[in-house]
């Protein structure tokens, strides 16, 4: 099965990292499996000039990659903002496209978007990222129906995983250790290609945490707000 993920450096999603992606590539040659970095800026209109002549045919395209920037809104400056919706949201709608009009998905291959809980219960410490990864679950939606009976399309609403993202955009760090890991979730990823499923929630946490945010959105927004915006207190994480 080949399998082409963006932001593969660390966690669910890093910043690239030559460095650590040169090192997550040793890491997998030496369990077996082959694999072939591409370092690319995903923040750059044309970043698929020189990525997509690159690109062999995939069985799963995974929109892995994302990025942050937390405290108010008008506190953070826009060039960052921006930078936060080319890569969680242009991106992969870009790079997605052009993996389907040039055909390098195989026939009954997957699309995975990987996108957040914030799409059920808010993210007012980040209403960028929060908009961002909506507006990814919303896209993938909608392109599921349009591709109705061709490709499978998944959708991944993970809960708090212990990663370097999570470690430094977290208002308090107090129960990382009870965070899922990414190993767990890449498994329940997996699984859920394997058996074709549309949306996926890693853990029963996960799921309790979207239907509050489905049936009870007053009460998940105050719960967000004093977690993930009043916890800042003013500061802005970059």
């Not at 694999?35 to 062999?56: C, G, K, N, V, Y």
């Given at each position: 099965m080949n399998i082409l993920l963006t932001g593969a450096t660390d966690g669910i999603g890093l910043d690239f990292d030559l460095e650590r992606s040169r090192q997550t590539e040793t890491d997998l040659t030496a369990q077996g499996f082959s694999s072939r970095?591409?370092?690319?800026d995903l923040s750059q209109p044309d970043f698929l000039a020189e990525l997509l002549p690159q690109l062999p045919p995939c069985d799963v395209l995974v929109n892995n990659a994302g990025i942050s920037a937390v405290g108010a809104f008008a506190a953070l400056d826009w060039p960052r903002q921006q930078r936060v919706l080319d890569v969680n949201l242009r991106a992969p709608i870009q790079l997605t496209n052009a993996i389907l009009k040039n055909k390098l998905l195989k026939?009954?291959?997957?699309?995975?978007?990987?996108?957040?809980?914030?799409?059920?219960?808010?993210y007012p410490g980040a209403v960028i990222y929060a908009a961002?990864?909506?507006?990814?679950?919303?896209?993938?939606?909608?392109?599921?129906?349009?591709?109705?009976?061709?490709?499978?399309?998944l959708v991944v609403f993970p809960g708090p995983t212990r990663t370097t993202h999570a470690h430094r955009y977290s208002p308090d760090n107090a129960r990382e250790s009870k965070r899922m890991s990414p190993e767990t979730l890449a498994a329940q990823v997996f699984q859920a290609v394997q058996r074709r499923r549309e949306k996926l929630f890693p853990n029963p946490a996960a799921w309790l945490m979207g239907m509050v945010g489905l049936w009870f959105?007053?009460?998940?927004?105050?719960?967000?707000?004093?977690?993930?915006?009043?916890?800042?207190?003013?500061?802005?994480?970059?």
């Amino acid at each position: 099965m080949n399998i082409l993920l963006t932001g593969a450096t660390d966690g669910i999603g890093l910043d690239f990292d030559l460095e650590r992606s040169r090192q997550t590539e040793t890491d997998l040659t030496a369990q077996g499996f082959s694999s072939r970095f591409i370092q690319t800026d995903l923040s750059q209109p044309d970043f698929l000039a020189e990525l997509l002549p690159q690109l062999p045919p995939c069985d799963v395209l995974v929109n892995n990659a994302g990025i942050s920037a937390v405290g108010a809104f008008a506190a953070l400056d826009w060039p960052r903002q921006q930078r936060v919706l080319d890569v969680n949201l242009r991106a992969p709608i870009q790079l997605t496209n052009a993996i389907l009009k040039n055909k390098l998905l195989k026939p009954g291959g997957s699309l995975v978007f990987i996108s957040s809980l914030s799409h059920y219960v808010g993210y007012p410490g980040a209403v960028i990222y929060a908009a961002s990864k909506d507006g990814l679950a919303t896209y993938a939606r909608n392109l599921r129906i349009s591709l109705k009976m061709q490709n499978h399309v998944l959708v991944v609403f993970p809960g708090p995983t212990r990663t370097t993202h999570a470690h430094r955009y977290s208002p308090d760090n107090a129960r990382e250790s009870k965070r899922m890991s990414p190993e767990t979730l890449a498994a329940q990823v997996f699984q859920a290609v394997q058996r074709r499923r549309e949306k996926l929630f890693p853990n029963p946490a996960a799921w309790l945490m979207g239907m509050v945010g489905l049936w009870f959105p007053s009460l998940a927004e105050r719960v967000m707000k004093r977690a993930l915006f009043d916890a800042l207190n003013g500061r802005t994480l970059t």
